[in-house]
């Protein structure tokens, strides 16, 4: 673990957390934004002609069929999608993700067809689509197409056939509409898949004057946005405090049963529980079985159905998680051969592709260098990638896309498949990007300390004052603290499984806590009686009516 510590000025702590985000205590926006804080959903791309379009079915027995994804993004962009569609404006609208084993990511000649023999005659996509123009022109005259998505556009230099350029993108022309963060004049391009779905709703529901409360579908967009790991910068940032609002007094029954089963506090909600306890429980079911089902959950009115679904869903994460140890076990014996690589690429025959995404993320982040994780099955590999800052995968991808059958994604995490034939020339070649590019790179896991502090800063004042700049997530982490050449004075195990540790300090004559929770084994290297460094946050403790502070432990050094 590589410490990289800031060369901080001598000015109090969280003065300089502040000053080294760029925070005015005085601006309301950050700290307490509202509804009138967001952009204009009729700045973004297209969403005029959704409006015409729409406006036509509005009133008819015509079947409207938004095409999603089976991820938590594409989940809940296709859940507000359809509410607004179906609840709100009355319209003949079904939802339709597309099943992760037999159809694969994103729109298909498979899932075009199936939707066609549905009768659909508008299609629309949520949190995909962008790309599939040749898709979209061969079928553009039995069926309309609205896109909607924020995945990586393709370059305006690429010739195809049915397709504009719009700026320095590439866009289709036989869409009626294609509404992306990063076309037109739009002030924010990071937004989420369900975001932009949001955002069209809201649109619509201006342009048409429909009168619809919109924003109740926040909460969704909030998750959305925290389990696509989306920056939480700028309109982000706002979605989520206003979408975490919505979460601690939600009307969505499906949410209101999953909160009661997994005994999660509504008033306590925060990007911890988006992130590591509902999103998984969503992803689940599309990578196990049916991600309908989890739509089905976000949508219900019925609460028996809901509670039902909500135990379904907690079962197979239990089951994901096993199977997740399981192949990462195997993953890394194939690891073994690639050392000194600083590219891996591991798989193994009919690997569950479901999970196929969270092992290379957890390889990523164990031997901090991209991984890209497949499974083998009829002569054809599907995989996921994850990678560093220091290497954008989906741009390497591209490079080699006469490799591939398939592929998309962002900087730092992608999709891809491929014939087996294809597969040693691909990997040689992205061994080699990677060799190039990462030359200079430590491929250490590094932590990134934001600020220098000292134990008497460990006060319920600098508890608020740095919590006043959640929510944190991608872009707006928590801030890392350092505490430098300090000895503790009492060392205790604790926990169930003695795996957790409590460091206690005395700093003018007060004991201050400092904990270390299931993550234990590296310390038996510590001299503790000689001076550490410790790397943390300053958390908050509530017990029997008492409020006390501690230092919440990350990582641990001997002092230089």
């Avoid at 014939?419 to 040693?424: K, P, R, S």
């Avoid at 540790?501 to 005395?506: A, D, N, P, R, Y």
Wanted: with cysteine; glycine share 6%; proline share 3%.
């Amino acid at each position: 673990m590589e410490w990289i510590l800031p060369e901080q000025l001598d000015i109090p702590l969280v003065d300089w957390i502040y000053k080294t985000r760029g925070i005015d205590v005085n601006n309301k926006k950050f700290f307490s934004p509202s509804n009138q804080d967001l952009y204009s959903p009729l700045l973004l791309h297209d969403v005029y002609k959704v409006a015409d379009v729409l406006k036509e079915f509005i009133g008819t027995e015509r079947k409207i069929y938004i095409h999603g994804d089976f991820d938590v993004d594409g989940i809940t962009a296709t859940s507000i999608m359809w509410q607004f569609l179906y609840k709100d404006l009355g319209l003949k609208a079904m939802p339709y993700i597309p099943s992760r084993f037999t159809e694969g990511y994103g729109l298909s000649e498979d899932s075009i067809n199936n939707i066609l023999e549905a009768g659909a005659e508008l299609i629309i996509t949520v949190d995909c689509g962008v790309k599939d123009i040749a898709l979209i022109n061969k079928y553009s005259s039995k069926v309309q197409f609205i896109i909607t998505d924020h995945h990586t556009l393709l370059s305006k230099d690429i010739e195809m056939e049915g397709a504009r350029t719009s700026g320095e993108f590439l866009i289709s022309d036989k869409a009626k509409a294609v509404c992306h963060p990063r076309l037109g004049d739009y002030p924010f391009t990071e937004l989420c898949g369900a975001a932009v779905s949001w955002k069209v709703c809201n649109a619509v529901n201006e342009i048409l004057n429909l009168g619809i409360d919109t924003h109740k579908y926040l909460d969704l967009a909030a998750i959305g946005t925290v389990c696509d790991i989306m920056p939480l910068i700028d309109e982000n940032r706002i979605i989520l405090q206003l979408g975490l609002e919505k979460l601690r007094n939600t009307k969505n029954v499906g949410l209101r049963a999953l909160f009661e089963l997994l005994n999660i506090q509504t008033r306590e909600i925060d990007t911890y529980h988006l992130g590591f306890v509902v999103g998984p429980r969503i992803n689940a079911t599309g990578r196990l079985e049916d991600a309908m089902d989890a739509v089905r959950l976000l949508t219900t009115a019925n609460p028996e159905f809901a509670r039902q679904m909500s135990s379904k869903l907690d079962i197979l994460n239990s089951e994901r998680q096993l199977l997740t140890q399981k192949y990462i076990e195997l993953a890394d014996e194939q690891i073994k051969n690639q050392s000194g690589d600083k590219l891996y690429f591991v798989y193994g025959d009919d690997w569950p592709e479901g999970i196929i995404g969270l092992i290379a993320g957890k390889l990523t982040e164990k031997y901090h260098r991209p991984v890209i994780v497949g499974s083998l099955k009829e002569n054809r590999i599907k995989a996921s990638a994850r990678s560093i800052e220091e290497f954008h995968i989906a741009n390497n991808l591209s490079k080699h896309s006469t490799l591939l059958l398939t592929h998309g994604g962002h900087a730092q995490a992608a999709g891809l498949s491929l014939q087996i034939d294809n597969l040693e020339s691909l990997v040689k070649v992205l061994k080699e990007n990677a060799e190039h590019e990462l030359t200079n790179v430590n491929l250490t896991r590094k932590l990134r300390i934001d600020a220098i502090a000292n134990l008497e800063d460990v006060s319920l004042d600098n508890y608020n004052k740095i919590s006043a700049l959640s929510p944190f997530g991608m872009a707006n982490k928590k801030p890392l603290l350092a505490f430098l050449n300090i000895i503790p004075d009492k060392i205790k195990v604790f926990g169930k499984e003695n795996n957790h540790i409590k460091l206690i300090f005395t700093h003018e004559g007060k004991e201050l806590e400092g904990l270390v929770f299931s993550n234990i084994t590296y310390i038996s290297s510590i001299d503790f009686s000689r001076p550490i460094d410790v790397a943390g946050s300053i958390e908050k403790n509530e017990w029997n009516g008492k409020i006390s502070t501690f230092i919440k432990i990350d990582d641990i050094r001997q002092s230089v």
